[in-house]
């Protein structure tokens, strides 16, 4: 089975503050992904990840930036923490096949900014 | 850009109704289509996908889906619900240009009273 892990569960993090949400996955995948998930808008793609090194951004990366270091390990940074961004973050993982990929999700990190 | 709408943010049903839950997608080349399914507390996870062929797509735990080009829907359905599939249900859409960006639907949130 594929297993993606995401470092927390549940965040609580001040104004201002840099956050770091770390995820992995045992898979071997080329392509990793961060959505956030909020009531009514489902998810939306911030970020994703096709090879080490390489980024892409998503619909709303404003104020996220990524890094992929190894191939297994994908993090966001919110350099500058805002309300705004209290929200559930969810990490993906997919083979990289193009049409026929299927992403496989972590448990989310509920992200609390006060 | 595409777009996906997930017409119904809430609905409750009793045991033993039937399911319909309406997805409709905006991209008119080829694309491909997901539902995922979230039940409290727990990971996202794939519920079925269509790729191509028949359009009639059957899925985990009694759900299916039938793609219907002409109307750009991929409406999931189940003759008959249970208690159990208490949950938030996404559509999902891949277009053939958008690489390996899913756009997903509002959600659905699904009660089932037993």
């Known amino acids: 089975d594929v297993k993606v892990t995401q470092s927390s569960r549940y965040l609580v993090k001040r104004t201002g503050e840099k956050v770091f949400l770390e995820c992995v996955q045992d898979?071997?995948?080329?392509?990793m992904f961060w959505y956030r998930q909020d009531p009514g808008l489902g998810l939306r793609l911030i970020y994703f990840?096709?090879?080490?090194?390489?980024?892409e951004k998503g619909d709303i990366p404003e104020g996220y930036s990524v890094s992929r270091e190894k191939k297994e390990r994908f993090s966001l940074i919110l350099e500058s923490a805002s309300t705004n961004q209290t929200s559930m973050y969810l990490c993906?993982?997919?083979?990289?096949?193009?049409?026929?990929?299927?992403?496989?999700f972590g448990p989310g990190t509920r992200l609390t900014v006060l | 850009a595409q777009s996906v709408s997930q017409h119904n943010h809430h609905v409750i049903l009793s045991e033993a109704a039937s399911l319909e839950l309406g997805c409709n997608y905006s991209?008119?080349?080829?694309?491909?289509l997901f539902w995922y399914v979230q039940y409290p507390g727990q990971h996202l996870q794939l519920l079925l996908k269509y790729f191509s062929g028949d359009p009639l797509v059957k899925g985990i735990k009694g759900f299916e889906a039938e793609f219907i080009k002409s109307k750009f829907s991929f409406n999931l359905r189940k003759p008959s619900v249970q208690w159990s599939d208490t949950a938030e249900y996404f559509c999902a859409a891949l277009a053939g240009n958008a690489g390996n960006m899913l756009t997903f639907g509002g959600g659905t949130r699904l009660m089932v009273k037993p």
């Open positions: 990840s096709y090879d080490v090194k390489m980024k």
């Open positions: 993906a993982s997919g083979l990289g096949s193009g049409s026929t990929d299927t992403q496989y």
């Open positions: 991209y008119g080349g080829t694309v491909n």
């Open positions: 898979m071997d995948h080329e392509n």
